[in-house]
């Protein structure tokens, strides 16, 4: 093998041996034996390949932001590589690179030192945010509080502790503790709060409870008696109402019992209604007849006779007397409506007929009478005299007369 000049960065001698050209000289880095010069070069050229891949690799790391300590940290160690390399290619290049990725390196440690002076600040601002949402929850009217929305809200709040303390950056261990101890003040006066809150909901619960189930046993008492105690069942009912709740599942419980009481009592009244009302379906078809007779009337439109037949039909209505329920009403209403009417009839003939009115009405009718004779003879001697302006007063104001006399009936 004789010496050569195989490529710019290095050459193989006659004995193999492989040398680097560097901006400080020539220096060895190996032999290869038994292998043309191409070979060895290219033998020494692959071990500056993976050098070269290295700083690539970590230039790649910096641009996506890699930890400024781990940065520092590979390039002293790329450094001492590349210093003493068994590699043939452009090593100054490499150790440029590196330089260059020192300076980042430093660069890297102020940015991020701010960086993570402004994640802190917003750390504890979030942290700070938790805790006086719990405390906001803690300062709530335990009377008005809707503790499962509250439980639920004060779940999420710790949840959210928990993720920021695993996540987030760590907070100095005093400004830490001081939050923790105000969350968990807070948690602790909403639980104290929620326990009293049941505690005092379990005992009126039980108040409740003791009331209804009396109520139910003098409800139950009451069937022996079937209808006739109706009305004291409906007053049991109001106390019923007035009593309060003793939560849902129990109450549905109490008020299947104390309406089983009632439906006794209603049942039995029901069943003497019917046999009532059966009785009572001939008065039903005697006050029908006398509702046709009665609707005649409608087309009446003189009181007298309309209120003598009127008064005849009302005697015979009360004489027959009741109907069965379901009818009291719309029997009811049909009379009330020919009663209407007749009413209506006299009140329009009382009018018609008001001595007072009649008496103002006449007079009124005198005056404007002499007050048209007089503007008529107003006119005619104006108009006699040709005096345009006092013919046209006069005209003007008989006319108004007549309108007058016109609307009062004259």
Do not use: C
């Not at 560097?22 to 880095?29: A, C, I, K, P, Q």
């Not at 928990?162 to 261990?173: A, D, M, T, Y």
């Not at 009593?243 to 599942?249: D, H, I, P």
């Not at 009382?350 to 009718?365: I, T, Y």
């Amino acid at each position: 093998m004789t010496e050569s000049d195989q490529q710019p960065w290095g050459r193989v001698d006659e004995t193999g041996t492989v040398f680097v050209r560097t901006s400080d000289g020539e220096r060895e880095v190996g032999q290869y034996p038994d292998a043309t010069a191409e070979e060895a070069l290219a033998y020494f050229e692959r071990k500056y390949a993976d050098l070269a891949g290295q700083v690539t690799l970590l230039e790649q790391r910096v641009r996506r932001g890699a930890p400024a300590a781990d940065v520092a940290k590979a390039v002293a160690a790329l450094r001492e590589s590349v210093a003493g390399a068994h590699a043939v290619g452009d090593l100054d290049s490499l150790s440029r690179r590196l330089e260059a990725l020192s300076g980042t390196a430093k660069e890297l440690t102020e940015q991020q030192q701010a960086e993570a002076k402004a994640a802190l600040g917003e750390a504890i601002a979030e942290r700070t945010r938790i805790v006086e949402q719990a405390e906001k929850l803690a300062a709530q009217d335990p009377a008005k509080t809707q503790w499962k929305q509250t439980s639920a809200e004060l779940d999420a709040l710790f949840a959210n502790w928990q993720r920021h303390q695993q996540e987030g950056p760590r907070l100095p261990k005093g400004e830490a503790n001081d939050l923790w101890k105000r969350f968990r003040a807070a948690r602790s006066t909403i639980e104290q709060h929620r326990k009293a809150f049941f505690a005092e909901l379990d005992a009126t619960h039980r108040d409740v409870r003791t009331r209804k189930q009396r109520l139910i046993e003098r409800a139950e008492a009451l069937a022996p008696r079937g209808a006739d105690a109706v009305g004291d069942y409906r007053n049991l009912l109001d106390e019923w109402k007035q009593a309060g709740r003793a939560g849902k599942k129990l109450d549905d419980q109490l008020w299947a019992r104390f309406k089983a009481a009632g439906d006794v009592l209603f049942d039995a009244k029901a069943e003497i209604d019917a046999k009532e009302d059966e009785a009572y379906r001939a008065n039903l078809d005697q006050k029908l007849a006398l509702l046709t007779e009665a609707e005649v009337l409608l087309k009446e439109t003189d009181p007298k006779p309309a209120r003598q037949a009127l008064n005849r039909i009302q005697r015979q209505w009360d004489e027959i007397g009741r109907v069965p329920r379901d009818q009291v009403r719309p029997i009811e209403d049909r009379l009330r409506k020919v009663e209407n009417h007749v009413r209506s009839l006299e009140d329009e003939r009382w009018q018609r007929e008001d001595p007072e009115k009649k008496a103002r009405s006449e007079g009124m009718l005198g005056q404007l009478q002499d007050a048209i004779e007089k503007l008529e003879a107003e006119l005619a001697a104006a108009e006699a005299s040709g005096d345009q302006k006092a013919a046209a007063e006069a005209r003007e104001a008989l006319d108004a007369r007549k309108a007058w006399l016109k609307a009062v009936g004259g």
